[in-house]
Every structure is written in structure tokens, then in C-alpha cells.
């Protein structure tokens, strides 16, 4: 069924989307859509009024951080979910640090509200339009993004924990 | 004076709203979250919720810390149902390594789930209770909550955080005392349920107390990505259990309840009823157990799951094992992976991505409660003060979840 649905939405954002679909592949027993960020309140729109594919209920949201991606580094997965079909799927948008702006999908789902202000607060992604970006968990006059890598967990001065031992 | 000034006079009289701080430290919110609201006497005209009182980064530690680390971590999310939690992470790793668990584990994994959701739901609902004055229900039923616990004790050694289950399969298998534990919990719950359920399913006073209470309807529910017993209770029968299952849920007969209005009542009876399904389906796992080889209790996988200790003092190549897991050796595919289960409050999901090292290279939480509480101003507007606490208690709003 996975591989279908791999397919089946596949063609149908390609042939509404043409080159803003950046690939499709299958990890694990999601398929994952890599998108332009420009256009990704649109995709979900589209995905989210489609009769067949309807992908109505947004699991959840996630920001990512690869600092060796040199141009890419920051990125937001979002978890879409079809309630009567089932079906599952993720999309992907990747964009440079130095310009974290990402279209916000709260006029599609009131739920994303709060998870994109969670990841403002931790990564610094700005959702463009958002109703009330601002820090959710961490307090207000914290001045960085805590969860992206160039914060290290430990305090790198101490050496009595090898990291060849202890470390990632 | 004349008669237009005295018309622009009264006009100047400007209604003036109150201000009002429940929270962060309310008894009756039962955790630490505090909402701002605008009051017009006793009716809440807006409010705005802040939370984070009790965060602890635990998407941060995660990422340095071996993946058998992170499961204390998960106990302190919903910390009504931690095993519940640690049985969703230990899947997830599991399912990113790809480990096949034997039957018998799934179902003994069953139990424990099904056990974590009825205290779940015994806590949440008597607290509805609590809120709407009935304190009896709740001092009763929290006897049954302890008993729960004893069968936790005698399965990994804590009540509240309980680090239950290993990657692999369980830490230990259920003892002696365990199943006489578990048998005797089952005969002695239904009656002490029903008891509640008299005190409070058909009381008139109740009933006018919830009914109406902090409703929200299909719709907007769907729009917040609502799951669990609160989605269910406004019409939509949407149970990860039945929808994805996993540790083999789908060999299980049970029925998805669901409400109509979507108010503090039905999110009673949708648990309430939800308690009596996992009675059932702890009923099954015991008779499909019973078909099972004896005594397997994890599956065989030596990278991963730590050697019984006798041998880690006596056989080389045990200690081996033993060390390279302890100190996270062992290797780890890259990948990525989502894995939900439902937990006390909905979907709980794991994402995450490996690259390869001793921890994840990023794990996200999907948490219920942080999803659903941001609706909370919305379903309160317009609604009296102790109303809005009743809403608070019927959506089982966990601070531990919320903050992460």
C-alpha cells in the first residue's frame, strides 16, 4: 500500500507542483516528499482540500538541524495523516540558516499553531503569518535557539569526560 | 447641562474587564501551567495560556545519551502512564533496528500497557469528580490506582517512573507473585468500577454539572489535531490501536467508544468505558499467553539485550556483550522512524533519526497534551470560571507531557 501511495501522491503533487517537488522516496514505511519551502503552505492546502487524498489531520511537526549541509542547513518535517484511508506521509523543506522564513500552515490547521511555536523557540525557524510567534517553553528573554547543534549539552571546557567514551 | 452631553457622558462609562491569574501553582489545576483571563465577572471573556513551567529539555538530553538512556526520560512525560511511554520508545528503537519481538513479550507488553491506561484513566476521571465536589469516587477508586501500582513494584521495582521493559523485549519475566497480583486486581476492579460508576455516571448532579461543559465539536477537534479520549468523545473513532496496531493489537477484540458532543461528560464516559475494553483485552492477553511457551521473556537478540548477570560474571563472552551496551557500542543502523502508540492522553509518537552514533541524531516527541491544551482558550470562552477548571481536569492535561 506504501509504495502506491508513494506514487499515487507523488503524480498528483507533481502535476500540480511541477519542479517545486524537490524528490519522493520511500524511508521506512513513509514516503517522504522533499518540497520547495516557498510553496509549502500551498502543498499542504492542496493536499488538505484534495478529494481523494484529503490528508486532513496534521500528526505532528518537527524542525531539523544538519550544520554540514552547507546552504540547507535548517529544515521542518511535517507528519500528515488521512483519517478515513489511513494513509501516512511526511514532507520535508530544507532552507539556509542565514534565512530561516517558512510560510506558517495555521490557516489550514489551528493545531500547528503551538508546534510551530515550539520549534521558533527552539530552532529559530520564523513561520511567516503566524498569528503569535513567539517563545513557548523556554522563558522570554532567553537570546538563542537551544536545540540546534552548535549548542553543545555538556560545557566542552570539562575534561574529565572523554567523549570517545561518553560522548555521541 | 443638555440632554446630548448626558448622552455622551453614560457613553463614556466603559464596561471594564478583570484580570485574573489561574495559575501556575492552582490546586485546582492540578499542575504547573498558568492561564491569563479576562473576566466579566464570573464568565471568562479571553484567556491566554502560558506553559513551560516545568520543562526539561528532554529532546536536548536525548541527543547524548545511549537510546537505552532515553527511556527514564519518556516515564516523565505522561507520568500517569509511564510504561505506556517506555513501551512506545522501546518499539520505536526496535522498529529502527528491526527487531521482531516473540508473541508472547507483545502480549506480556499488552498488559503492562493496558494496566498504565486504566490508572491513567482512574486518575482522570476521579478527578472530575474531585472537581465537581464528589470527593468520594475518587478516595475509593485510587485504591485500585495502588493495587495497579503493586503489579508495577513487582515488575521492574517502581510505581511512578517505571523504566519498564528493555529494548528486546522485558527486563524480567512476570513473576509468581505478579500474575496472583494481576488475577486478584481483576477480580476485585470491575466491582470497585462499577461502584464509581454509580456514584457519578447517573447522578442527576453530575450530569448537570458536565453535561455541555467545555464542548468542542468534530470539526474543530480535527482541526487541532486532537487524539485519544478526547478526540473520541467529540465523535471521531480515531484509536492508534486500531488505525496502526502494534505488539500485535490487531489479534484483540475490543471496541473503539466514542461521544457526541465532544463535552466534559462524554470525555468521562469514553475513559470510562475505555477502562472496561482494557479489562477485556487484559483478559484475552492472559488466555493467548497461556498458548505461548513458557518463560520467553525477550527476544534473542545479544547486541542488544543486557546478559542474565550471572553469566556476565562467569562467561567472557557475556561480559562483552554486557560492556559494549553499557557503554553504547553497539551498533546502530542509520535511519529514520516514526512509531505512535496510544497513550493515556492519544497518539504519542517518537520521531526519530539516526545517523549512525550512540544516541539519535534527533528525537521528537509527539505530545498529546502539548497539542490539545493550546484549544483550551478556545473551549473555555464565553464559559464560568469553574467550568473552565472542569474542562481542564476532563482533557487529562499533564504537565509532565505538556513541557517535556
Not at chain 1, 107 to 113: E, K, L
Not at chain 2, 73 to 80: A, F, K, P, S, V
Not at chain 2, 249 to 254: A, H, K, L, S, V
Amino acid at each position: 500500500m506504501d509504495q502506491s501511495l508513494l506514487s499515487t501522491v507523488g503524480d498528483k503533487l507533481k502535476t500540480q507542483f511541477g519542479a517545486g517537488i524537490i524528490s519522493s522516496e520511500m524511508i521506512a514505511d513513509y514516503p517522504v516528499f522533499i518540497v520547495n519551502r516557498d510553496i509549502i503552505e500551498q502543498v499542504v492546502k492542496f493536499l488538505y482540500h484534495d478529494e481523494t487524498l484529503a490528508f486532513q489531520y496534521l500528526t505532528t511537526l518537527a524542525a531539523l538541524h544538519y550544520p554540514d549541509n552547507k546552504g540547507h542547513e535548517l529544515g521542518v518535517m511535517y507528519q500528515l495523516h488521512n483519517l478515513q484511508k489511513n494513509y501516512r506521509i511526511r514532507l520535508k523543506i530544507f532552507f539556509s540558516s542565514n534565512d530561516p522564513v517558512v510560510p506558517t500552515i495555521t490557516s489550514v490547521f489551528s493545531g500547528a499553531n503551538w508546534m510551530e511555536r515550539q520549534e521558533f523557540d527552539f530552532f529559530g525557524i520564523i513561520f511567516s503569518g503566524h498569528p503569535n510567534l513567539k517563545r513557548i517553553l523556554n522563558v522570554d528573554d532567553m537570546n538563542y535557539h537551544p536545540m540546534r547543534k552548535e549548542y553543545p549539552l555538556e560545557d566542552g571546557t570539562r575534561e574529565d569526560k572523554d567523549d570517545r567514551m561518553f560522548g555521541r | 447641562m443638555s440632554k446630548d452631553d448626558k448622552n455622551t457622558k453614560s457613553e463614556l462609562i466603559e464596561k471594564e474587564y478583570s484580570t485574573l491569574n489561574l495559575g501556575p501553582t492552582h490546586p485546582a489545576t492540578h499542575g504547573i501551567f498558568q492561564n491569563v483571563l479576562k473576566m466579566d465577572g464570573e464568565i471568562i471573556m479571553d484567556a491566554e495560556s502560558t506553559v513551560g513551567y516545568i520543562h526539561r529539555a528532554f529532546e536536548k538530553i536525548a541527543e547524548r545519551r545511549p537510546y537505552y538512556q532515553i527511556t527514564p526520560l519518556t516515564d516523565r512525560l505522561n507520568y500517569c502512564s509511564s510504561p505506556i511511554n517506555n513501551m512506545g520508545w522501546h518499539m520505536t528503537v526496535e522498529k529502527l533496528i528491526g527487531i521482531e519481538i516473540p508473541k508472547r513479550v507483545q502480549y506480556l507488553r499488552v498488559i503492562i500497557m493496558e494496566l498504565a491506561r486504566i490508572a491513567d484513566h482512574v486518575i482522570c476521571n476521579s478527578v472530575i469528580g474531585v472537581d465537581t465536589g464528589a470527593m468520594t469516587g475518587f478516595l475509593y477508586i485510587f485504591q485500585m490506582r495502588e493495587r495497579i501500582y503493586e503489579i508495577y513494584e513487582e515488575l521492574c521495582g517502581a510505581r511512578l517512573t517505571t523504566n519498564i521493559g528493555r529494548i528486546g523485549g522485558l527486563e524480567r519475566d512476570f513473576s509468581e507473585k505478579a500474575w496472583t497480583l494481576l488475577d486478584k486486581f481483576l477480580k476485585d476492579f470491575p466491582k470497585e468500577l462499577k461502584e464509581f460508576e454509580n456514584l457519578l455516571m447517573r447522578n442527576r448532579i453530575f450530569m448537570d454539572r458536565t453535561i455541555g461543559c467545555g464542548p468542542i465539536s468534530a470539526e474543530r477537534a480535527l482541526n487541532y489535531s486532537f487524539a485519544g479520549p478526547n478526540l473520541r468523545a467529540a465523535g471521531v473513532d480515531y484509536d492508534v490501536r486500531v488505525m496502526n496496531p502494534y505488539s500485535s493489537y490487531e489479534e484483540f477484540d475490543f471496541i473503539i467508544p466514542v461521544g457526541t458532543n465532544g463535552d466534559t461528560y462524554d470525555r468521562f464516559m469514553v475513559r470510562e468505558q475505555e477502562m472496561w475494553e482494557s479489562v477485556s483485552i487484559i483478559h484475552q492477553a492472559i488466555e493467548k499467553i497461556k498458548k505461548e511457551p513458557k518463560g520467553i521473556f525477550h527476544a534473542d537478540v545479544p547486541d542488544f539485550f543486557l546478559p542474565p548477570k550471572e553469566e556476565v560474571y562467569n562467561n567472557m563472552e557475556a561480559l562483552i556483550y554486557h560492556f559494549k551496551i553499557v557503554m553504547g557500542e553497539t551498533e546502530i543502523p542509520k535511519g529514520e522512524v516514526y512509531h505512535a502508540v496510544e497513550g493515556g492522553n492519544g497518539e504519542l509518537g517518537y520521531y526519530l533519526i539516526s545517523d549512525g552514533g550512540r544516541s539519535p541524531y534527533r528525537l521528537h516527541f509527539r505530545r498529546p497534551c502539548f497539542i490539545y491544551y493550546q484549544a483550551y482558550a478556545e473551549m473555555i470562552k464565553g464559559a464560568y470560571l469553574s467550568d473552565a477548571i472542569l474542562t481542564m481536569s476532563s482533557m487529562n492535561v499533564i504537565a509532565g507531557e505538556l513541557d517535556a
